[in-house]
Structures are given as C-alpha cells and as structure tokens.
C-alpha cells in the first residue's frame, strides 16, 4: 500500500478530509492571546503580525475556508517559520504549534505539490543515503572548484562561492572524509560498562563536522561504554517533514528501524540538538496510521527508539553522571567561552545546564553567559535557504551577543547552529571560534588521559 494518501490528482477528498479535521482539533485550542509574540524571533525583526504563531493560526482556523481559493498565499505564510517552538513553551495553553505548522505543511504539499526538483531531492537524495553519500563525497572531492577560501576565525574553514547567488555567504565546506569512512572501532571500550549506545551521526555531523562524532565517541569510551555506529545511516526526515513531503519522510523513518533495532542498544545518542528531536517527538507524531501508512510493529518500534533517544549533553550528565562538584578551579586569565542554545535542544527537550556543565569541565576556558542565550540563532534549516535576509537580521543579533561577552570561543549543541554561527561571526569579520559543546568536553578528557 502507498504510504502517499495524496498521490492521485486531484487529491483524495477523504484523506484531505481526516488532515482538516486533525488540524481543526490542534488549532481549536489556541485564545489568540498573543504570548507568542514577545518570543517570535522572526516578528522581533519583522514586526508583522501575520509572522507570529497567533497570525498563523488564525490563517488556519479559516484553513477550509481559503484553501483552495489562496493556496499559494497560505503556504508562503506557513514557510515563513523558523519552526523554533519559541511560541510554543511561551504559550499558556500548551498549543503545540510545530505539529500543527507540520500538519498543515504535510496538507499544503499534498494540494500544491511540490516541485519536480524538490520532491526528487527528497525522495531519490535524501531518502537513499547510499546515493546521497557518494554525491558529497564527489562534492568534498570537488568544492575547492567552487569555493574561495575566507577564513576569519581562528582553526576554522570557511569559503564563499565564486559565482553569485551565494557568493555572499560564508559556507562551512564538506570535510574531506565523513565520519562513517573515518569510524572504524569494533572493540568494546576499556573498563567496559557494558552499556551499549547507538549514535546516530546526523547528515551535517557525518559530512561537515566529523571531528564533533569523534568527540561523542571519545567522551563515551572515557565512561566505559560500548558504542556502535549502525550503517546504513541517513537522513532523520526533518528536511522532508518540515516540506511536508510525507513519503520520503516515512521512507526515512523506516529504512532507519532495522539497523536502530532497539533490542540492539541501551540508548540512542545523537550530538545533533534537531535530529534528537525529530526522533524523539515528530517521529511517534507523524510516523503513525493518523498520517501514512504503517504497521502496529513500526509504530512500536519507533516508540521504542523515540523513549532511548537522547541528546549527548544529558545522556552524560544526566544517565553517565558527569556533575558541576568536578567543576575545576575558577582561572580569571583563561580566555572566555560562552554558550548558544539551541532552539530544538533547549525548548523542544528541556536540556539547557547539561551543556553548560560540561564545558565547565574544562578549566582552559572560562564560561561567561551570553545576553540572550537562548534566542534563535536565525537558522531554521531551510528557513535560511528561503529567506536568508531575514535569517540574517535574525543572527546578527546573536552574533552582536556572542561579541559583547569578549567570547575567543561560542559553544552551542547543534550542527545547524554551528553553520549558522560561523557565517554571522564571519560576515562581522570576528575571530571567534564556534565549536560543539562536547568537544570542549572531549579536549578536558584528552588532556587528563594525557592524549
């Protein structure tokens, strides 16, 4: 059976039906109070009411009403969303707006379609990770081609392309070898535990920032615990999802439930702040019967994962019992580090002093908090690809707190924000090294262990 509910054209009446009537439920709870809108950090450079959570879903308590007359007008409102769920832990009736501007994408692109393009990067790139590894491998091969090199942070390797339209952005390039070519242990750790961890790499970890896999696995080890690597990795779904091209999603989710067995593991790990996430709520909420079609075994095996996920901040402090009394001594001279938070990790998983302590570990720097600390970076996944200047105005702020702290180092949880970061710092021209927090970790346990 198609796991496509839309794939005939016109679509499927009865399916569209169901969608609406799921909408309909979630928006329904919304009072229209407007708390969203001192927290919306597009509104905040916008200053447009239809920009903020209660704009939106006034839009779609008339969802039946202008869909069809306005698709197009609906779905641009709807894609203006950096999907940060700021709105959501601000709301005071607990509206969760990120299913329901995923439900409602997931209608719009069963209506509209996606274009040719996009639906074939989803669903022949995005969804066979044999594919999409041997095109970024190509692409490390060959971006020396393309990119010029621009390097203003210390350790770092950025580049912008030669030729417009991207040629103003500074783009963090592939590495040259991503973390599954480079992973090669098969041996239980020394001092065993016999915890048993799956780290699921992430697409930008294994391809941009191996060096943050690397970390996780070292900072495991050092604790006594076995981890493996499953192959056949790819994509958490989240590019799809967040499009609302629900097969390749599915398709992702699934291909992933055979090598995640989760009789295989004790934990799920990822160093990722979005894909712990997805895997944690959008895989249960949108891998399921309301949505495509599934079996009652995939389901339980996706909320089997979903319960042994966990990001690699908590997972250390809060399952391997890593704790601020191991703190080192206060040294006033060590340059300074501060910490962004990521919106997935922060307000969608409640971790924020997990981080915090473990870069605390390291007594080579000395932690100061940033101003605004857990503002959105601007990033937004395809948000920046879309509406890059406003994803801008968005990280420039953020860039202007990280500097007002006298920072040499920004750490943060996500590879997405890594990105992000790195090219607002560039573009001030700021010699500021963003790093992950676990690697700032990782650096303390190496120098303990005398590596």
């Not at 206060?330 to 969608?348: G, Q």
Request: hydrophobic share 40%; charged share 20%.
């Amino acid at each position: 059976m198609s796991m496509d509910p839309f794939k005939k054209t016109p679509p499927k009446m009865a399916a569209l039906i169901r969608m609406m009537k799921i909408l309909d439920y979630q928006v329904a709870r919304c009072s229209r109070c407007g708390a969203c809108q001192s927290v919306c950090p597009l509104y905040d450079v916008t200053r447009n009411e239809s920009d903020v959570a209660r704009g939106k879903l006034m839009l779609l308590d008339g969802l039946t009403r202008t869909f069809f007359n306005h698709p197009e007008g609906v779905s641009e409102r709807l894609n203006r969303c950096l999907l940060c769920g700021s709105c959501a832990i601000a709301c005071p009736r607990g509206v969760n707006t990120i299913e329901i501007f995923m439900t409602a994408r997931w209608i719009m692109s069963g209506y509209r379609r996606l274009s040719p393009v996009r639906k074939a990067f989803f669903r022949k790139v995005l969804a066979n990770p044999a594919l999409f590894d041997r095109l970024a491998e190509h692409g490390a091969r060959w971006q020396g081609l393309f990119l010029r090199q621009n390097s203003p942070a210390p350790g770092a390797s950025l580049g912008n392309l030669v030729s417009p339209p991207l040629s103003h952005r500074n783009i963090v390039p592939l590495a040259p070898a991503p973390f599954h070519k480079i992973f090669k242990r098969t041996i239980p750790a020394k001092n065993s535990s016999g915890m048993r961890v799956a780290l699921f790499t992430g697409c930008i970890i294994d391809k941009v920032y191996p060096h943050v896999a690397d970390a996780i696995v070292k900072a495991l080890e050092h604790h006594g615990v076995n981890v493996t690597v499953p192959e056949a990795q790819g994509c958490c779904g989240i590019p799809a999802l967040s499009s609302g091209e629900h097969t390749a999603f599915a398709q992702m989710v699934a291909d992933h439930l055979t090598p995640f067995d989760p009789s295989g593991f004790d934990y799920l790990v990822t160093g990722c702040a979005t894909c712990t996430a997805t895997i944690k709520t959008l895989w249960p909420a949108f891998f399921n019967s309301r949505f495509v079609s599934t079996t009652a075994s995939q389901e339980s095996t996706v909320r089997c994962i979903s319960e042994k996920a966990h990001d690699i901040n908590a997972f250390l402090v809060n399952i391997m019992g890593v704790t601020s009394a191991g703190k080192p001594p206060f040294n006033a001279h060590a340059p300074i580090l501060t910490y962004h938070d990521p919106c997935h990790l922060r307000k969608t998983l409640g971790v924020f002093s997990e981080p915090r302590i473990l870069i605390s570990q390291n007594s080579a720097y000395r932690f100061m908090e940033m101003s605004g600390a857990q503002s959105c970076c601007g990033m937004g996944g395809s948000f920046n690809l879309t509406h890059y200047d406003l994803s801008g105005k968005i990280g420039e702020k953020k860039a202007a707190n990280i500097e007002a702290t006298g920072a040499g180092v920004v750490a943060t949880g996500c590879p997405a924000c890594m990105m992000q970061l790195s090219d607002m710092l560039a573009r001030r021209g700021k010699n500021i090294r963003v790093a992950h927090a676990v690697e700032i970790y990782a650096e303390k346990l190496a120098f303990a262990d005398g590596v």
